[in-house]
């Protein structure tokens, strides 16, 4: 009979592996049998509970940014691959960013905040939405999905793109946005931070956003059948979490050309760019997620909330 101690004493070698190779000298995973026993093992066993083999299970998982979204959804693939044997594809929103060109025309013919990849209108929602209606198909094909390369801020060559040979039980999707909704015309009229004010003082950055959240997006997230919510404390921890993630991602590409990696500096001002919508999210996606998980200060999961769905 499968349980919780049994999936655990199954995965934890795997589960381990995984975490020590994102592992720094400065940043080590603390508490790491309790996040696998209270948080993700349960969670997977939630998982299952859902899966319907007709279609996948398509999951929703957001949180701001450097809440250890891909390193949640890394943990549970394989604890659902490993222990419950399901097939599970999970790609991030990132994935779907539109190329350089795209949005270097986007802030010519837009704005040019929308140089800067990240809020919705940034991502190709064709190509998500191509996505959804393929991977949901009776008859299922061989799909390859887009992958973006953050180092050299663009989007990969075809043939480093993921390919879907089988079709999937579970499908994640993570990001920072998934599941974000949009304001009302009042909410978005007053700036919250300098770059709203003298970037975008006419409002048609935050227009231009706001109404994709209204349509292209709203229509995606509708996709999901479940979200799931990462929720830290407050808007300046995620901006500490997200210069930490940089310094990774420095850490290994170095070697690489074309370097695109942000100084602290730009981090702060970069995330300016996500801070209206996360801020929103903190406060509206608690009240229609299926679950959330709370982060302490340590970037650790202290509490879930199961609701009931």
């Known amino acids: 009979m499968k349980s919780v101690e049994d999936c655990y004493k199954k995965v934890k070698s795997n589960c381990f592996k995984f975490i020590f190779s994102q592992e720094t000298r ?11 026993k209270k948080f993700l093992i349960p969670f997977c066993f939630w998982i299952e509970s859902k899966i319907n083999k007709q279609k996948p299970f398509i999951l929703g998982l957001a949180g701001g940014q450097g809440t ?4 949640v959804t890394s943990i549970v693939k394989i604890i659902l691959t490993k222990y419950f044997n399901l097939k599970v594809f999970k790609i991030s929103i990132d994935d779907f960013y539109k190329t350089r060109k795209e949005r270097s025309v986007l802030s ?5 905040l929308l140089m800067t990849r990240g809020v919705p209108g940034t991502h190709d929602t064709k190509i998500i939405s191509k996505f959804f209606k393929e991977v949901k198909k009776n008859k299922f094909a061989k799909i390859s999905v887009p992958k973006f390369d953050k180092s050299v801020d663009d989007r990969s060559s075809k043939n480093k793109w993921y390919i879907i040979s089988n079709k999937p039980d579970v499908i994640i999707l993570e990001g920072w946005c998934v599941g974000a909704r949009a304001q009302s015309t009042n909410q978005i009229k007053k700036p919250i931070n300098s770059l709203e004010r003298t970037k975008d003082y006419d409002l048609k950055w935050r227009k231009f ?3 994709k959240l209204q349509r292209e ?14 929720k830290a404390k407050n808007f300046k921890i995620l901006q500490q979490w997200r210069i930490k993630q940089e310094k990774k991602l420095w850490l290994n590409s170095k070697k690489k050309k074309n370097l695109k990696i942000m100084s602290k500096g730009d981090v702060i001002n970069f995330m300016q760019t996500y801070q209206r ?8 996606a608690p ?16 509490s879930a909330i199961y609701k009931k769905k």
């Open 26 to 36: 400065e940043n080590k995973f603390k508490n790491k049998d309790r996040m696998l």
């Open 68 to 71: 250890g979204k891909t390193t």
């Open 108 to 112: 010519k013919k837009i704005h040019p």
């Open 209 to 211: 956003v706001n109404l």
């Open 217 to 230: 997006y709203k229509r995606i997230f509708s996709q999901l059948n479940s979200l799931i919510y990462l």
């Open 277 to 284: 919508i996360t801020q929103n999210m903190f406060k509206d």
């Open 287 to 302: 009240k229609y997620a299926s679950i959330i998980f709370k982060l302490d200060s340590k970037h650790q999961i202290n």
